[in-house]
């Protein structure tokens, strides 16, 4: 069964670091999404992404962050300068079809450190 | 603006029993998804069921229904015959064009 794939699992940065979290979605699928679940918390929209462009992003998502699909497989998210705060637990999602109407496959995660 | 309420932020049931998960939401939309994820320990988010708006008929995936109230805008999860392998993070979830997800239900299934 095709699935959603993140890389690295983990990733340990310090603080004013850029990092990137990488992300392969299911071939076939045109939406994609990061998600972001800070430790005990509950699990918050980022931001989403379809034909190329930056459909719909939450408060959090500010300057600091940017996404990109740079070829045809990968999805990526870049936080430019890590803060501590934003150590927390990053999902990447895609589907077929977007506005809801259509199941997200969420990935295995990245759990991003930020020391 | 869309929210999903999770009332019960902890809960344990013996093995073999029967526990419901409430959900509640607020949307002013007719037509949209909704969805129970299960988080275990490893923090992936794993899709447990999930239910159309238009459709008036429970969703059931096996040990897994739901009770959904549309009117009420109540969306539960029951759990059959629970296993010790239903020991997780319960998120219910409203979809239209990103996913919003409630605070969560941490269940504990004791042997």
């Known amino acids: 069964e095709p699935e959603v794939t993140q890389t690295p699992s983990h990733q340990v940065t310090q603080m004013g670091q850029e990092v990137i979290l990488r992300c392969v979605p299911i071939?076939?699928?045109?939406?994609f999404y990061w998600y972001r679940q800070i430790l005990g918390q509950k699990v918050e929209f980022l931001v989403s992404f379809y034909n190329n462009e930056i459909s719909e992003k939450s408060e959090i998502f500010d300057d600091q962050f940017s996404v990109e699909r740079p070829d045809g497989s990968n999805f990526t998210l870049k936080i430019r300068s890590t803060k501590l705060e934003d150590s927390a637990m990053y999902f990447c999602?895609?589907?077929?079809?977007?506005?809801?109407?259509?199941?997200?496959?969420f990935g295995p995660g990245t759990r991003l450190t930020v020391t | 603006a869309q929210t999903v309420t999770q009332s019960q932020p902890e809960m344990s049931v013996q093995e073999a029993e029967t526990v419901t998960l409430s959900c509640t939401y607020d949307?002013?939309?007719?037509?949209?998804?909704l969805f129970w994820y299960k988080q275990p320990p490893s923090r992936q988010m794993i899709l447990v069921i999930r239910q159309e708006a238009y459709k008036q008929q429970n969703a059931t995936e096996n040990r897994f229904s739901v009770n959904f109230q549309k009117a009420a805008k109540s969306f539960s999860l029951k759990i059959s015959d629970s296993q010790l392998g239903d020991t997780a993070m319960y998120f219910c979830a409203f979809a239209d064009d990103k996913i919003i997800f409630g605070k969560g239900t941490r269940l504990h299934i004791l042997p």
């Open positions: 071939s076939n699928h045109l939406y």
């Open positions: 949307t002013s939309e007719n037509n949209y998804y």
């Open positions: 999602a895609s589907s077929p079809v977007g506005q809801g109407f259509d199941e997200q496959y």
